[in-house]
C-alpha cells in the first residue's frame, strides 16, 4: 500500500502515540471517541473531519466536535501536516495528521471476466427472517420486514413476475445506515440486486426464499481492511496551556514595563 508519512516521522514520532482511523469505524482513545467521518480535497491539501465523543458510562454523549486537521502532499518534503485545536479553559487537545495514503487506493484491477465480487472479502452467507439482527464489522445489522414493491431501475416488472425488497439497516453507534437488495423472479429465472455501501465497505446480496421457514438468504460482503479509506494521526493534549501564555503575556508586559521606567528614570534633568 502506497503512503505518505510526515517528514521526519521515524526520528520524532513514537508508533505507539499514533492511532490509525479507517473511515467510520470508531476507536476509544482515552475519554474520547474518535471517528473518521470524511476527507474532502482541494489540491495540493486534503481537510480531515475526525469527531471527537465523550460517552458516559451510561452512553450519554456528554461533548461532541469536529476537527480537520489537514496536509498537503509534497514529493520533495513529504506530508506536511497542518494540525487542528479544540480549545478548553485550562486545556487544549492538539490534534495533526502523521500518515496518509498517497492517493486514493483503487479497487482490484479490471481483467477479462472481471466481477466486483473480486473487490470484497468472501461472502459470509446467513439465513435471516424479520427482527434479526446480524453483527457485522464496526456495525449491528438489523432485518426489516419485505418491501413486496421494491424499484428495480430499467426492468419492467409485471404481474407475473415476483420482486421483493430485504430492507437492512445497520447502526454504527447511532449513526443509520440502510440497504435494500432485491430478489426478482422473472419467467423461468431468478435474479438478485445487489446493493452497496460504499461509506462501510459493505455490499450486500438477497439470493434465496424460503418459503416453507419464512426465511431468506442474505450474502454480507466485506471489504478488506487495506481496501478501506484509512489516515493515521495523533492528538496531544496540553495541560494548563493557557496559564502558560497567560505567563508569558504577562512577562512581556512587564518587560515592556521595565523598560519605559527604565528610560523614565534616566530622563536627564532639565
Known sequence: TNFIPVRDFEKVEKPGENIV???????KMGKYTVTYVSDTTVAPNTYYKLNFKVINEAGEVKENFDLNPNIQANDKMGLIASPDTKHYLTSDVYTHITSA?????SDHEPHEGHSDDENYKA???VEVKAGDTVHVTGAILTVKSLNA?????DIVITKQDLAVGLPLELDQNGKIFTAEPIYLVKGNNTFDFARKLEE???????TKINPEKGTYELQIYEKPQQAKDWVVFKAIEFPFINLYWAGSIFM????LMSIFRRRKDIKPTA
Do not use: Q, W
Not at 495514503?101 to 487506493?105: G, H, N, R, S, W
Not at 462501510?200 to 438477497?206: I, T
Open 21 to 27: 482511523l479507517y473511515k467510520n469505524e470508531p476507536k
Open 101 to 105: 495514503p498517497a492517493t486514493k487506493e
Open 123 to 125: 461472502p459470509r452467507i
Open 149 to 153: 414493491s421494491p424499484v428495480v431501475k
Open 200 to 206: 462501510l465497505g459493505m455490499k450486500f446480496r438477497f
Open 252 to 255: 512581556v508586559i512587564g518587560f
